[in-house]
């Protein structure tokens, strides 16, 4: 989300705005808000109209939905193949943040190097952003979970030799891989309203602790885009379009200049794509290419990629006052827990400039700015 702000009208406000998101938005594993509980009838709702719902509700401007990848909801949902266990674990969890590499951040943008595409993004130097990054919270895991099990099962029943239970899988026209489909459909659409409603609460956050009116703070949608699904996608293969079925796992979606599916907003300089840093460094805005449209099914990568694995973080953590820090570098960070901010702490990830540079150079992303970190929340 870009706002209206300057770096320098919210600086001596920042611990303020952080502690109000901090408070408006629920944290870490299996949290959400008291007053948002949902019925099984509109859970299901949920499912089936994705970010829309929460627009209905009055969490959301319907010009929100137009700078959703997929306008907020995929298409083929089927509620009825969401277990009673995965509706118990998601009916009180909308609008939740949830722990682990999620987060919530308060950015600024410290460099632009595409002034004519940042400006079609709405983007300036030392405006200040937020980034949310969540997903379909207990929900979609439990949908995973669950098919899982079938899967296993289905790739050998299918002559699937796998080699890590990880990638098992099923034909798309069979019964378990169009059941998956229905179901993981499901629970992008209750991933897309989640983060609608968080950027419902994120807009009230502003108001709050900076003292002023939604059209002050400015707070409107960027660009939501997906990293971990499968949709599908029409592609030149070998002289003729066809539909395929992409599946991309920390990637994301990179639609070049000119594709009907970029808002028409960007149509001129390509589809955004976010790739997020660490919390004490840097987060990228990109755009997607023809060549990764030609190469990559459209595709780019999604974040730095840890260095470090979580139990190796933790190890070095030991003794040391993170968020001290971090506030040292300028950065305020709120959690759930401290084992979160260990395992997130920046050395635990990569540089991304350099995983963004090779992106750049692959032709498959096109960098517009960089974003610095300036407040964060996590689970």
Same mark, same amino acid.
Request: charged share 25%.
């Given at each position: 989300?870009?706002?209206?702000?300057?770096?320098?009208?919210?600086?001596?406000?920042?611990?303020?705005?952080?502690?109000?998101?901090?408070?408006?938005?629920?944290?870490?594993?299996?949290?959400?808000?008291?007053?948002?509980?949902?019925?099984?009838?509109?859970?299901?709702?949920?499912?089936?109209?994705?970010?829309?719902?929460?627009?209905?509700?009055?969490?959301?401007?319907?010009?929100?939905?137009?700078?959703?990848?997929?306008?907020?909801?995929?298409?083929?949902?089927?509620?009825?193949?969401?277990?009673?266990?995965?509706?118990?674990?998601?009916?009180?969890?909308?609008?939740?943040?949830?722990?682990?590499?999620?987060?919530?951040?308060?950015?600024?943008?410290?460099?632009?190097?595409?002034?004519?595409?940042?400006?079609?993004?709405?983007?300036?130097?030392?405006?200040?952003?937020?980034?949310?990054?969540?997903?379909?919270?207990?929900?979609?895991?439990?949908?995973?979970?669950?098919?899982?099990?079938?899967?296993?099962?289905?790739?050998?029943?299918?002559?699937?030799?796998?080699?890590?239970?990880?990638?098992?899988?099923?034909?798309?026209?069979?019964?378990?891989?169009?059941?998956?489909?229905?179901?993981?459909?499901?629970?992008?659409?209750?991933?897309?309203?989640?983060?609608?409603?968080?950027?419902?609460?994120?807009?009230?956050?502003?108001?709050?602790?900076?003292?002023?009116?939604?059209?002050?703070?400015?707070?409107?949608?960027?660009?939501?885009?997906?990293?971990?699904?499968?949709?599908?996608?029409?592609?030149?293969?070998?002289?003729?379009?066809?539909?395929?079925?992409?599946?991309?796992?920390?990637?994301?979606?990179?639609?070049?200049?000119?594709?009907?599916?970029? #808002? !028409? $907003? @960007?149509?001129? &300089?390509?589809?955004? +794509?976010?790739?997020?840093?660490?919390? *004490?460094?840097?987060?990228? %805005?990109?755009?997607?290419?023809?060549?990764?449209?030609?190469?990559?099914?459209?595709?780019?990568?999604?974040?730095?990629?840890?260095?470090?694995?979580?139990?190796?973080?933790?190890?070095?953590?030991?003794?040391?006052?993170?968020?001290?820090?971090?506030?040292?570098?300028?950065?305020?960070?709120?959690?759930?827990?401290?084992?979160?901010?260990?395992?997130?702490? #920046? !050395? $635990? @990830?990569?540089? &991304?400039?350099?995983? +963004?540079?090779?992106?750049?150079?692959? *032709?498959?992303?096109?960098? %517009?700015?960089?974003?610095?970190?300036?407040?964060?929340?996590?689970?």
């Amino acid at each position: 989300m870009r706002s209206g702000l300057s770096r320098a009208e919210i600086q001596p406000r920042v611990r303020d705005l952080v502690t109000r998101l901090y408070q408006n938005i629920p944290t870490g594993i299996g949290k959400g808000r008291t007053d948002l509980r949902l019925n099984r009838q509109e859970l299901t709702q949920v499912l089936t109209q994705g970010a829309a719902w929460a627009v209905e509700k009055g969490m959301g401007y319907e010009e929100d939905v137009g700078f959703l990848e997929e306008n907020g909801c995929i298409e083929g949902a089927r509620p009825d193949l969401v277990s009673d266990r995965a509706y118990q674990r998601g009916r009180n969890q909308l609008g939740s943040l949830g722990s682990g590499n999620h987060f919530a951040e308060i950015q600024y943008v410290a460099e632009i190097y595409d002034e004519a595409a940042a400006a079609a993004l709405g983007l300036f130097q030392d405006q200040v952003t937020l980034t949310i990054h969540s997903g379909s919270r207990g929900l979609g895991h439990q949908v995973c979970s669950d098919h899982l099990r079938v899967m296993v099962e289905a790739a050998a029943r299918y002559g699937i030799e796998l080699p890590d239970r990880q990638l098992c899988c099923a034909p798309l026209q069979s019964p378990e891989g169009r059941d998956y489909l229905g179901a993981m459909s499901a629970a992008a659409n209750f991933a897309f309203a989640n983060r609608q409603v968080m950027t419902h609460w994120a807009r009230e956050s502003f108001m709050q602790a900076l003292s002023l009116g939604p059209s002050q703070a400015g707070l409107t949608v960027v660009y939501d885009v997906c990293h971990n699904i499968a949709k599908f996608e029409t592609f030149e293969i070998e002289g003729r379009r066809r539909r395929l079925c992409v599946h991309r796992k920390g990637a994301t979606r990179a639609y070049p200049p000119g594709h009907p599916q970029t #808002p !028409e $907003a @960007y149509r001129e &300089v390509g589809q955004p +794509v976010l790739i997020p840093g660490d919390m *004490g460094r840097y987060s990228y %805005v990109l755009v997607g290419t023809e060549r990764a449209y030609r190469e990559t099914f459209g595709s780019t990568c999604h974040g730095a990629g840890r260095r470090l694995s979580r139990r190796q973080a933790k190890k070095q953590a030991r003794g040391r006052k993170l968020l001290d820090e971090l506030e040292r570098e300028g950065v305020v960070v709120m959690a759930a827990g401290m084992a979160t901010v260990a395992e997130e702490m #920046p !050395e $635990a @990830y990569k540089d &991304v400039s350099a995983v +963004v540079d090779v992106v750049e150079g692959a *032709g498959i992303s096109r960098q %517009v700015a960089q974003l610095k970190p300036i407040g964060v929340i996590k689970g």
